[in-house]
């Protein structure tokens, strides 16, 4: 029997929540779920590649079927190289719709056996994204139900706030 596998791919900087609901939730509909950091992106990271990559191992070191992986360049060239040809990605709202619809158009053009699958959200992620948690531990909030315990103590000691 063959294994199916996806690649959930982003920034993660840092990893939220509603980022590792959708790779939980990805392990019900596959078997394997390579998580691949961006590391060249249009964005700022506050967190280098090797610590986005620490994070996520540690968040999933008890799970074998997910794999924590890094990818420079197009994302097109990444699936190629890994032989994974699906790709999975969490939407928010209307305006992930929008960038998304345009991503996945632009990767179809550049690989057309590549698939792009969706999962909506689970409505208590809606309004959580890495920028928001960063502003929220920034200004000496919490980030119970948005971040990883992992996640909140790296963020801390990055931002230098107690
Ligand atoms: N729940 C909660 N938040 C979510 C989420 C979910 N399910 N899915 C995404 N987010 C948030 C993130 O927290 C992040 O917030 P921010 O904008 O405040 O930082 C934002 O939505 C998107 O981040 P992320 O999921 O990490 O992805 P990204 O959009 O930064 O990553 C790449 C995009 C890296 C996959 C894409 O740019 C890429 O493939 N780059 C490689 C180059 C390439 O191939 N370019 C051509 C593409 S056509």
Do not use: W
């Not at 097109?76 to 991503?103: A, C």
């Not at 690989?111 to 948690?133: Q, W």
């Amino acid at each position: 029997m063959t294994m199916r596998s996806a690649i959930c791919s982003g920034t993660f900087d840092p990893p939220t929540d509603g980022h590792l609901n959708i790779v939980e939730r990805g392990l019900k509909l596959f078997d394997r779920i390579i998580i691949a950091v961006a590391t060249n992106t249009t964005k700022i990271p506050m967190f280098t590649p090797k610590e986005r990559v620490d994070m996520l191992r540690l968040i999933f070191k008890n799970e074998p079927r997910v794999e924590v992986d890094t990818f420079n360049g197009l994302l097109v060239n990444y699936t190629k190289k890994r032989g994974v040809f699906t790709i999975l990605r969490g939407i928010r709202n209307m305006s992930d719709y929008e960038y998304e619809s345009q991503m996945a158009l632009a990767n179809k053009t550049l690989a057309p056996n590549i698939e792009i699958l969706y999962m909506m959200t689970e409505g208590k992620y809606a309004h959580v994204s890495s920028s928001i948690i960063k502003e929220v531990i920034t200004f000496g909030g919490s980030g119970y139900g948005m971040i990883h315990p992992i996640v909140e103590e790296r963020l801390r000691k990055k931002l230098k706030v107690k």
